[in-house]
């Protein structure tokens, strides 16, 4: 009697789970207005990814051509698989040796997208942007620079 109880218990729930995944796919049958399925590439113009979307890494600078990594090391440090390259040089500003960056190289093509340099960073120097058409037949385009060339450390950001 138990494999029986069991038969028809795993019939209901099976029967349920159709019935819940149907109730979605009719809800949107019935509102084609509120469509999420986005049709790449036909909508290339309006395409619009979510808030929580991980495209490739950006360094943000101002229009002074700023921005705000003080080359530090914790995102090279804290990257699983060494997607991040880091490479400082140490510049005299004001009587004091410091720390600045030279290049900030970010290989595309290791990263797993995983968001820890981000996490990580102290100072909020690098961000997932919305970018993700990355297919390439050179593996070496798939290395960027981030920091732009000539871009120094803003003013208020504490190293």
Same mark, same amino acid.
């Given at each position: ?67 705000? =990594? %003080?080359? +530090? #090391?914790? @995102?090279?440090?804290? !990257? *699983?698989?060494?997607? /991040?390259?880091?490479?400082?040089? &140490? ?19 290791? =990263? %797993?997208? +995983? #968001?820890? @340099?981000?996490?990580? !960073? *102290?100072?909020?120097? /690098?961000?997932?942007?919305?970018? &993700? ?27």
């Amino acid at each position: 009697m138990n494999s029986f109880t069991k038969y028809f218990s795993d019939l209901f729930n099976g029967i349920h789970s159709l019935i819940t995944g149907l109730k979605v796919t009719g809800s949107y049958f019935v509102r084609p207005k509120e469509i999420v399925t986005q049709q790449y590439p036909e909508n290339r113009a309006t395409l619009k990814m979510f808030e929580r979307f991980k495209g490739e890494l950006t360094m943000p600078h101002n229009n002074l051509n700023e921005h705000d =990594c %003080t080359a +530090c #090391g914790i @995102c090279e440090m804290n !990257c *699983p698989n060494g997607s /991040i390259e880091i490479i400082s040089k &140490f510049d005299v500003i004001d009587g004091k040796k410091k720390k600045v960056l030279d290049k900030y190289i970010y290989h595309l093509g290791m =990263c %797993t997208f +995983c #968001g820890l @340099c981000v996490k990580t !960073c *102290p100072s909020d120097a /690098i961000i997932f942007g919305q970018g &993700f058409e990355h297919a390439t037949f050179e593996r070496t385009t798939l290395n960027k620079q981030l920091n732009k060339p000539g871009s120094v450390l803003k003013k208020e950001v504490k190293e």
